[in-house]
């Protein structure tokens, strides 16, 4: 897809100019009493760079200065402070920032995006800051900081919507009309103005031009689509292969277990521990052998001891961050005090990659960067820290990303297959080399409710697999709380059990029969939709969706945050509250089908639909073509009969048969079935021929 349609600002004086992406300079615009015109796309640059779109105002900026709300006499601050109540905006020095752009906010505006930050799926009203952070308390709508700091969003109105890409890796805040309704902005804590202004008609459209910009999420392997069961952590062999006998003894598909800190020798990166674990090549081979796939944790502080060999390298290559002096900067993460490799060196993250060989020559298939914010338990990193890009001021919301490109990297040259990192920070871009999860949530309905948004939300902003700890990470679940996250998990891209340590345990063996069979249904589920689930992961768009990507016309769904699309065709309603066996369901105009009982229904209106404890309520489109697997597979390797439930009606999918695990299908190794629909009939045709598969699956009406 061309770049048409991105419009770049920047200005080293921090005054707004126009400097137009290059597939837009190729064409010679129109110029009219100051007015740059391109097709549909129009910008005034001296009217506060103006944007149009099909003759509609999309942004500008606000004519006037800001009305800040931080007008209280001292002694009233000072009362605030003394019990902890003066909001963020009221501190001294809050409102200093070296860069800031402040646009008009229509009355019909609604904004997306930022990643996973908390809340409900609009941030009008909220306003929040990119500078990742490590914090393990029970997350709020109000929080404003998390693990991630994806600078783009998107405003949506009856004029179109706007993309805004804030190009600066400073700690940024973001404003969406908390200070006063009538406006929005973002400031920069240092650098320079350099944002992207990204044009269409609905979120879509912006969206994938904004991949144009940061790149395209990359296929997993198919196997990582799978369900996969962690904790902090398995101790020994013996847990890790009881664990997964029990998932095979009662029948709960499994591809994938997680070694999380404890199976390091002292915390130390690429090392096992030589007593719990000491032939980790035989424990691989013996999971492999249940076809369990093994993820380990690796963090990136390095434990400062001369003698231990990752030390000594990185000493040695110039690897880690510096003090101003030269020294290398010492922090300290879980194993003591530690030093932080400088990814954004490119000999480091070559150095890094090469270390890495030492987990996959030992049979290990992905590596989960975990406290990569970076995490520091003795403090913030002072800002003056050096990195090879500048200094942690500026280095600080990118780090993530650097040592994701690092992993990525190395793992593909170690490994040939598509690399899996799974990563907890992350910036804009970060969709080319890393999976995502939300972070360390809590065993509460809230944070039940919450993991959704930040999924639909991170899809908005580029990052397409991600996940939330299913059943919570801290805190206990509860038996309901568990069997209605793993309904979310079933419908997620990445479904994880992942608990720490001091709660009880979360596999869902662990609980009664009841509750075990009630999620046996969930990763059923998954496991029957894998197929198309994994066809979603081909296309360019979220495999989660919030509706208003699929019906942006419609006003009913603009801020609607508990309801989801899996793809374009199914929709769920996940229940995310105790005790409920019924909830409203909206749908949008058009015929949509109960999945379970193919009952038809008129959209454009509420339902109540029946949410009984072990089912979630999903829908089906008119037209929809659900490529689904027979019997119970229980792992993905089991997957070798497929078929086609199809709903009657109007609509079409795209098939996809590849080797499942290298990047082979990017040259050509690839087969793909076009499948369309039009009432009761339904063709298919074999589009691309490049891997082996059938020209035609047997089709099953649901409805």
Same mark, same amino acid.
């Given at each position: 897809? @061309?770049?048409?349609?991105?419009?770049?600002? !920047?200005? *080293? +004086?921090? +005054? $707004?100019?126009?400097?137009?992406?290059a597939k837009l300079r190729s064409r010679a615009p129109k110029v009219d009493s100051g007015r740059l015109t391109w097709g549909n796309i129009s910008v005034e640059p001296e009217n506060g760079m103006?944007?149009? %779109? &099909? *003759?509609?105002?999309?942004?500008?900026? %606000?004519?006037? $200065?800001?009305? $800040?709300? /931080?007008?209280?006499? $001292?002694?009233?601050?000072?009362?605030?402070?003394?019990?902890?109540? #003066?909001?963020?905006?009221? #501190? @001294?020095?809050a409102d200093q920032w070296a860069v800031e752009v402040v646009k008009e906010l229509a009355p019909d505006a609604h904004i997306y995006g930022l990643g996973d930050k908390t809340?409900?799926?609009d941030k009008r009203h909220y306003a929040y800051e990119n500078w990742n952070t490590?914090?393990?308390? @029970?997350?709020?709508? &109000?929080?404003?900081? #998390? %693990? +991630?700091?994806? &600078?783009?969003?998107?405003? %949506?109105?009856?004029?179109?919507?706007?993309?805004?890409?804030?190009?600066? /890796?400073?700690? !940024?805040?973001?404003d969406f009309g908390k200070e006063q309704d009538d406006y929005y902005f973002w400031s920069h804590d240092g650098g320079q103005l350099d944002y992207y202004l990204i044009p269409g008609k609905e979120p879509k459209e912006v969206l994938a031009k904004y991949l144009t910009l940061t790149g395209k999420n990359k296929l997993q392997q198919k196997w990582v689509y799978g369900f996969h069961q962690s904790r902090w952590s398995y101790y020994t062999p013996r847990e890790v292969l009881e664990t997964v006998d029990t998932m095979r003894e009662n029948r709960l598909p499994l591809d994938g277990v997680f070694l999380d800190i404890d199976y390091m020798q002292n915390f130390r990166v690429f090392t096992f521990n030589r007593d719990r674990f000491p032939d980790p090549k035989g424990l691989m081979k013996a999971l492999g052998e249940r076809n369990v796939k093994v993820t380990c944790s690796n963090d990136p502080g390095v434990k400062i001891d001369p003698g231990y060999y990752v030390y000594d390298e990185g000493v040695a290559g110039e690897h880690f961050a510096k003090n101003p002096d030269g020294s290398v900067y010492e922090g300290a993460v879980w194993p003591g005090p530690a030093a932080f490799p400088d990814f954004t060196r490119r000999e480091t993250r070559s150095w890094w990659g090469e270390k890495l060989r030492f987990l996959t020559d030992a049979g290990v298939r992905g590596v989960w960067n975990d406290m990569n914010e970076p995490a520091n338990f003795t403090g913030p990193i002072p800002d003056d820290v050096r990195f090879a890009a500048g200094s942690h001021k500026e280095v600080h919301n990118i780090y993530g990303h650097f040592m994701g490109q690092a992993t990525y990297e190395g793992l593909l040259a170690a490994d040939g297959r598509r690399p899996f990192i799974l990563t907890r920070a992350c910036c804009a871009g970060s969709q080319r080399y890393c999976a995502a999860w939300t972070g360390d949530n809590h065993s509460i309905w809230a944070h039940l409710q919450l993991s959704l948004t930040q999924m639909m939300n991170q899809g908005l902003s580029g990052l397409y697999m991600t996940g939330a700890d299913v059943g919570g990470f801290g805190s206990d679940t509860t038996p309901e709380l568990l069997v209605r996250w793993c309904q979310l998990g079933a419908i997620s891209p990445f479904f994880r059990i992942h608990y720490a340590k001091g709660t009880r345990n979360q596999e869902v063996f662990s609980f009664d029969k009841a509750t075990m069979d009630a999620c046996r249904v969930s990763l059923d589920l998954r496991y029957h939709l894998l197929p198309y689930i994994y066809d979603l992961a081909h296309a360019d768009m979220p495999i989660l969706r919030p509706l208003v990507l699929e019906f942006p016309e419609d006003e009913h769904v603009w801020t609607l945050t508990d309801q989801c699309m899996l793809g374009p065709s199914l929709m769920a309603a996940p229940v995310m509250t105790p005790g409920v066996t019924a909830r409203a369901v909206y749908l949008p105009k058009g015929v949509w089908y109960d999945y379970y009982t193919g009952r038809r229904y008129t959209g454009g209106k509420y339902i109540l639909a029946e949410a009984p404890l072990e089912r979630i309520p999903l829908f089906a489109r008119a037209g929809a073509v659900i490529?689904?697997?027979?019997?119970? @597979?229980?792992?993905?390797?089991e997957i070798r009969s497929e078929v086609l439930e199809v709903f009657p009606g109007k609509g079409s999918h795209v098939h996809y048969y590849d080797d499942?695990? /290298?990047?082979?299908?990017? /040259?050509?190794?690839?087969?793909? #079935? +076009?499948?369309?629909?039009?009432?009761? !009939?339904?063709?298919q045709t074999v589009t691309r021929d490049g891997y082996p598969g059938p020209d035609s699956l047997e089709v099953i009406w649901k409805a």
């Open positions: 897809m @061309p770049v048409s349609g991105i419009i770049r600002v !920047t200005d *080293g +004086k921090h +005054k $707004p100019s126009c400097m137009i992406s103006a944007l149009y %779109y &099909n *003759g509609k105002l999309l942004c500008r900026d %606000y004519p006037a $200065p800001r009305r $800040p709300r /931080t007008s209280l006499p $001292p002694e009233e601050v000072a009362q605030l402070m003394s019990e902890g109540h #003066l909001p963020a905006e009221f #501190l @001294p020095g809340g409900f799926l490590d914090d393990p308390a @029970p997350q709020c709508d &109000n929080f404003q900081r #998390l %693990y +991630k700091s994806i &600078n783009f969003f998107m405003v %949506y109105s009856s004029a179109g919507c706007c993309g805004i890409l804030a190009d600066n /890796t400073f700690r !940024t805040r973001f490529p689904v697997s027979q019997g119970k @597979p229980q792992s993905v390797e499942g695990e /290298t990047l082979a299908y990017e /040259t050509g190794l690839l087969r793909s #079935l +076009k499948v369309s629909v039009s009432g009761r !009939t339904v063709q």
